[in-house]
Structure formats: C-alpha cells, structure tokens
C-alpha cells in the first residue's frame, strides 16, 4: 500500500513562508502524477498543485506565483515551497500519490490512489 506522510506545516504571519514536505513510500509509482490538496474549515478539498512524472508543473490560480512544486526523483520527495502566504491559505495540506497519468484532471480527487494525513498551515494576520 502507496503510503504519504507530510511535514513542515506550522503558523506563520502573514507575507511569511513554508516548505511542505512529503516522504512517499518506495512503492510508490515514480513516473505518476504527485500532488497537494487543501481543506480549510467548513469547505470542501481542493487541489493546490501537482506535478507529473516528466516534470510539468499544475497550479490553482491561489497558487499560481506564490507556491513551488517540486519532487526529488531519487527519494520519491515532493515539495511546496509557499511564499507570500495570506490568512485564506489555511489549511490542512495534503500530499497525494499515484495520480492520473500526466496529471489529466489531476483536480478530481478520484482519480489519486493515495491521501496523506495532512499536514496543518495557520496564517495569522
């Protein structure tokens, strides 16, 4: 079973910065689609960023410019660097594995074969 575990979460001000971090088990298929999602309080997971096994890069408009993903291949590492990080970016972050192939529709959360616990983000003003 494809496990991912997240890190790097906490409170920040606002204009502040995290790195995400998620660790993917070695079973993990290495040329898929990796990704994060968010959920705040009261509303619904959304999709955050994701990044194919070829390297293209999927943003939310939220995060377009503000937020990095990245994955190291050799651990099967994904990243999100979050820059300039406003009070509408908290949320529990999720790492997601195993997503549809090039990342098609990477938004539709069916299509992922593996969910993280999530990792808290709280930005104050």
């Known amino acids: 079973q494809v496990q991912t575990v997240e890190s790097g979460g906490g409170s920040v001000q606002a204009g502040g910065s995290l790195r995400l971090s998620c660790a993917a088990s070695?079973?993990?298929?290495?040329?898929?689609?990796m990704g994060w999602f968010r959920q705040a309080p009261g509303k619904e997971r959304e999709g955050v960023a994701a990044?194919?096994?070829?390297?293209?890069?999927y943003y939310a408009d939220s995060a377009k410019g503000r937020f990095t993903i990245s994955k190291d291949n050799t651990d099967n590492t994904l990243y999100l660097q979050m820059h300039d990080l406003k009070p509408e970016d908290s949320a529990t972050y999720y790492c997601?594995?195993?997503?549809?192939?090039?990342?098609?529709?990477?938004?539709?959360?069916?299509?992922?074969?593996?969910w993280g616990q999530g990792t808290q983000v709280t930005v104050s003003t």
């Open positions: 070695a079973n993990t298929n290495s040329e898929g689609c």
């Open positions: 997601a594995a195993n997503g549809p192939w090039g990342c098609s529709n990477w938004r539709h959360e069916p299509a992922w074969g593996a």
């Open positions: 990044i194919s096994g070829g390297g293209m890069w």
